[in-house]
């Protein structure tokens, strides 16, 4: 069998085993789906089909390595073991790897697109809730105006260049459309990646959508998405404007905000601009930057929304972080390393993340754009020192110590425990020995240049 049947066979073994954690009756007939296809692909042999639309390389490894630790955490948090949950939760795991893998334009825009609908389920599934309809109704309609303005971008391209397959995407300089295609396949993908000025469905959405949801929206799309933004090698100033304004707005947007989950969807728009402007190096320097900040922001986020559940947060107003060291000193110890290192306060893990972008963005001559940067994490260290301000030093109002008698608050399971202890203890002590994530990131990247 080839690597592509491989892959194929790895991800029916995830559905089996996604779809017998909610019953077990259906594990027998996968086993028996399993048992067949291997039998077909061992008659059939190796076949080429996919070779003009799959790649495989060291590089799409490391990125689908990446969103398999990510749907991990998204799993673990899943708390309705259902069946139909489980699978939407596959079939976008599914969406990402196949966005990461293929080398069609067309096959990335079907990914997009299975990607799109599997998250507009999960956004709108709750019912009865009018703010996660309203979110699952906003994320539907900008998906599937961005999937137009891609897919228009991908017509002219054809048009222009008679071909799909990434490998021969040369932009034409002395063509004018040429930067009306390259801004438009960007701007397509800007609205997956919430990169400002097509950002403002992100707080709504991250508002609505149950709190797994959450995660899968903050890790999965921009994981994938971002390794497409990278493949097709499009460096322009729409890039690099796209970068500064993301981080100036997502950090002046959070000055604001009174909801946790609000605020984690303005940081998630800061951090996205700090990523892009890893990438719009174009070298090996910026992307391993880049990847290296990926991986650090994605254990941050599952982090947080792991302690979210478990912090006594009924509405997830940041009010109700008063007192929280009086009431658990340990959720409160973790709660202050997680909001810390998203500030990029050092020597956390966040401040290792910003530091190799910056150093590498200062080293190729964007000066401006890292001072930008600089000024933004100066901002953001305030309202994340303001929070754990509250933690430690202000007291819980009456209404909140009688809401927390009412109704107290579950305790924390142990292997939430185990699961925060040990990423609490990763943002602790990475600065002690970053070097097997700079590793990591940099076997990963070194087949891109």
Excluded at 203 to 212: F, K, W
């Amino acid at each position: 069998m080839n690597e592509f049947n491989y892959e194929l066979l790895s991800l029916f073994c995830l559905l089996i085993f996604l779809v017998s954690l909610s019953d077990l009756s259906f594990f027998w007939g996968g086993l028996l789906l399993l048992i067949g296809g291997l039998m077909h692909m061992s008659l059939v042999g190796g076949s080429s089909w996919h070779s003009e639309i799959w790649a495989f390389d060291h590089w799409r490894q490391f990125v689908k390595g990446l969103l398999l630790f990510s749907s991990l955490g998204v799993w673990y948090l899943t708390d309705r073991k259902e069946i139909n949950t489980f699978l939407l939760l596959f079939f976008t795991i599914l969406a990402s790897l196949t966005l990461v893998s293929c080398d069609h334009l067309l096959m990335i825009y079907l990914s997009l697109e299975l990607q799109t609908f599997c998250l507009f389920i999960l956004i709108s599934k709750n019912r009865g809730s009018m703010l996660s309809t309203e979110a699952g109704l906003k994320y539907f309609i900008l998906g599937a105006i961005s999937s137009g303005i891609f897919l228009l971008g991908v017509c002219l391209h054809y048009g222009m260049n008679l071909g799909f397959n990434l490998t021969d995407f040369v932009w034409t300089g002395d063509s004018p459309f040429s930067d009306v295609i390259n801004g438009l396949i960007l701007i397509a993908l800007f609205f997956k990646l919430t990169v400002v000025p097509f950002h403002f469905w992100a707080p709504d959405v991250y508002e609505g959508a149950s709190t797994e949801t959450v995660v899968l929206i903050a890790t999965l799309p921009k994981i994938s998405v971002l390794t497409v933004v990278v493949q097709l090698g499009l460096v322009s100033h729409l890039l690099v404007l796209a970068s500064a304004a993301s981080m100036v707005l997502g950090t002046l947007g959070a000055l604001n905000q009174t909801k946790i989950k609000r605020l984690m969807a303005y940081n998630g728009i800061s951090h996205v601009g700090f990523m892009l402007m890893g990438v719009l190096l174009a070298n090996s320097h910026g992307i391993q930057a880049t990847y290296v900040y990926m991986m650090i922001y994605v254990l941050m986020v599952i982090l947080t929304f792991t302690i979210v559940l478990h912090s006594p947060l009924k509405k997830l107003l940041i009010v109700e972080f008063s007192g929280l060291h009086k009431e658990n000193p340990t959720l409160a110890l973790s709660w202050t390393v997680i909001l810390l290192s998203i500030a990029g306060i050092p020597p956390l893990a966040g401040f290792i993340s910003k530091w190799l972008v910056l150093w590498a963005a200062f080293n190729f001559k964007f000066y401006l754009l890292s001072l930008i940067a600089i000024i933004c994490s100066m901002m953001a260290g305030g309202y994340y020192l303001r929070i754990v301000k509250m933690i430690y030093f202000q007291k819980r109002s009456n209404a909140l110590v009688w809401e927390s008698i009412l109704s107290p608050t579950r305790s924390v399971s142990s292997s939430s425990s185990y699961l925060i202890s040990l990423g609490t203890y990763g943002l602790l002590f990475m600065m002690l020995n970053p070097a097997p994530w700079v590793l990591i990131s940099h076997w990963g990247t070194l087949y891109l240049y």
